[in-house]
């Protein structure tokens, strides 16, 4: 059985374990089942943990103060599965937009309870029948969560029809104090100079639906996210964005979604 592998440090004010996880782990003495999944553990600044798990593509699962946040959760992508029915379901539900490897309406189904909150670009709720439609620009607070619903479109010539201009969201969640970054299917667009004050950036590296390597590069220098995961990256190599961003004061942290 691999072991737990943890490590704590502090990252430009952040306190953060990371490590992957096991089909086991000791809590109080007692075997309790996990999941199998690379996980990441913050401390916002007054003490609360946030925890990424990542699960696959752009499929996100956050715990943060003993809420549930799925991002685009999705069971299934050719032959890779997730087993959403052992996960709790979710207190806050975010889908960018409708394409199928973000929009699952039945694992949405199966994470939703009375109270959770479902927030959805317009399409996925008109496609779904349900959710708290957010567009390009707008702000709202749930619970104490502020969401900000940002642009995320394709700008490369041949390459607009992926993801129009208007259409599909990225998120900016502020979880007290963190300010997490949720790019969704995007490329280095312009609006992301005012992208500000970003402690974790999920950043997509998938082309030609998203970023280029080199692309998200440019993104990351100008968003200086203080750690940066790349994601929904597929096939594209990603391993040389870390010597890439050498020096840049950013904690590139590579992790297999795929």
Known sequence: MKKIMTCLLAVLGLTTACGQGNSEKKETGKAVTTDAYEVDVFQTK???????????????????????????????????????????KADYLLVTHEHGDHY??????????????????????????AGKVMTNGQTDVFDGIKVEALPAYNISEGRTQFHPKGRDNGYILTLDGLRVYI???????PEMADVKDIDIAFLPCNQPYTMTTAQLVKAAKTIKPKVLFP????????????????????????????
């Open 231 to 258: 994601y929904h990256y597929g096939q594209t190599d990603v391993t040389t964005i870390p010597s890439q961003l050498q020096g840049e004061g950013i904690d590139v942290r590579i992790r297999h979604y795929e």
């Open 46 to 88: 007054s003490g609360k943990t946030v925890t990424f798990h990542a699960l696959m593509h752009s499929c996100i699962r956050i715990e943060f103060d003993g809420k549930e946040i799925e991002i685009d959760p999705v069971a299934k992508l050719g032959n890779r599965t997730i087993n959403y029915s052992n996960m709790p």
């Open 183 to 189: 790019a969704g299917d995007t490329e280095d667009i």
């Open 104 to 129: 699952d309406a039945a694992t949405i189904k199966l994470l939703s309870k009375e109270s959770t909150q479902l927030i959805m670009n317009k399409r996925c709720a008109e496609m779904y029948g």
